[in-house]
C-alpha cells in the first residue's frame, strides 16, 4: 500500500513546530508509522504488525 493512500494523524505527543513529529496509519495487517519531517508524503515509514504495535503501546504506556 502506497504511504499517500493511508489515512494518517499525527500523534496526541507531536506538537506543530517541535522536533517530535510521529504520524500513525492503520491498515488491516499493518500498523504504518512515520516522521513528518521526512518529506514527501510517499517518504518512508516503518510498518509493524498490529500485535507487535499493541505490545509497544502497551510497554509505552507504562514508562
Given at each position: 500500500m502506497n504511504s499517500t493512500e493511508l489515512s494518517w494523524f499525527k500523534s496526541s505527543y507531536s506538537?506543530?513546530?517541535g522536533p517530535q513529529c510521529i504520524e500513525v496509519a492503520a491498515a488491516p495487517s499493518t500498523i504504518h508509522v512515520r516522521d513528518t519531517k521526512q518529506l514527501p508524503a510517499?517518504?518512508?515509514h516503518l510498518g509493524f504488525a498490529p500485535a507487535a504495535w499493541a505490545a509497544f503501546v502497551t510497554?509505552?504506556?507504562q514508562t
Open positions: 506538537t506543530n513546530d510517499d517518504g518512508p510497554y509505552a504506556s
